[in-house]
């Protein structure tokens, strides 16, 4: 079981920057696979970054070179840096785990909010 708490959204102006943090219940280092998704209003939940525990990132084209993941082993969070905001960009931000170990399972956060304004 992991539980995945979410912080760092609110409003930001376009061309912004902000940083979003995820704490896992657990150590990291067990967990294969930590990502951001995020969820428009009347979109679906579509991927924005992700980052294996070999450290390989994949990011979704629209965030590419303006978002960066990272994972912070100390302090057993995966954070999200994003810059160059765009209205287009806000949405729900949910952090997603995949663990293998003692099982396959996928577990989400709550969500956290972030909102660019134009």
């Known amino acids: 079981q992991v539980q995945l708490v979410e912080s760092g959204g609110g409003l930001v102006q376009a061309g912004g920057s902000l940083g979003l943090s995820c704490a896992a219940s657990?150590?990291?280092?067990?967990?294969?696979?930590m990502g951001w998704y995020r969820q428009a209003p009347g979109k679906q939940r579509e991927l924005v970054a992700d980052m294996t525990g070999g450290g390989r990132t994949n990011y979704a084209d629209s965030v590419k070179g303006r978002f960066t993941i990272s994972r912070d082993y100390a302090k057993n969070t995966v954070d999200l840096y994003m810059s160059s905001l765009k209205p287009d960009d806000t949405a729900v931000y949910y952090c997603?785990?995949?663990?293998?170990?003692?099982?396959?399972?996928?577990?989400w956060g709550q969500g956290t909010q972030v909102t660019v304004s134009s």
């Open positions: 657990r150590s990291i280092s067990s967990i294969a696979i």
């Open positions: 997603k785990a995949v663990a293998t170990r003692p099982r396959v399972a996928d577990y």
